[in-house]
């Protein structure tokens, strides 16, 4: 599953436009916040601020790959059902060619599945709240911990090829992954988005990733069917 580690990396890089749409606002509200303190060097305590809350949601993607894709390698011993990782890879392989032509802006479908996650998020979302205004790096820890939880259409569409892993290692590398290729663009949301978005948003950068996540895709069906036959 190497190339869907390289793919979850790539997902989360080029999806800058849609990171910025769910979490640039919260990223920008924290560094506010800093930015009305006196205590010590301002860029000094913004980048301390940014790594702590990017930090626990990163923590918080790769504890979710863990959960299941080692929920999928303990359902495949428990039940022995023929053919179930390799069913759910073909499903993987699906979603990889929807995630890359939501990179590509060919087709938008994929956000619809945030909608999977409001049952969660309601339950998260008075505790985030609790949370305002953050006043420490433990704080934005914390909070990075929860929002990790919030509802986006390429987390769940990556989760799925942690499950398709089969494995609570690969599972957790893949959403490590995909964690770190968001990195640039939640710590540029509190220091230089402007830039970053331009290029992300550069239709033909947009067109080759998506284009190489659907190879990816494409790659993981045909090993997948290769395995049935």
Known sequence: MELSIWGAFMVGLMGAAHCFGMCGGLVGAFSTSIANSNQGNYLARQLGFLVSYNL????????????????????SQLFAIDNYLVFLRLFA??????????????????????????????????????????????????AGLIWGWLPCGLVYSTLTWSIASGSMLQGGLIMLAFGLGTLPALLSAGVAAKQLAQWVQHKA??????????AFGMQTIYIAIAQLS
């Open 56 to 75: 626990g949601r990163i923590i918080s993607y790769t504890l979710a790959g863990m959960l299941v894709g080692g929920g999928a390698a303990a359902l």
């Open 93 to 142: 392989g699906i979603m990889m060619i929807a995630t890359g032509l939501y990179i590509s802006q060919l087709w938008m479908g994929i956000t619809h599945i945030e909608k999977m996650g409001q049952v969660i998020w309601r339950f998260l979302n008075p505790i985030a709240k609790k949370l305002l205004p953050i006043r420490h790096q433990g704080q934005a820890l914390v």
């Open 205 to 214: 950068v947009r067109l080759i990733s998506g284009l190489l996540i659907i």
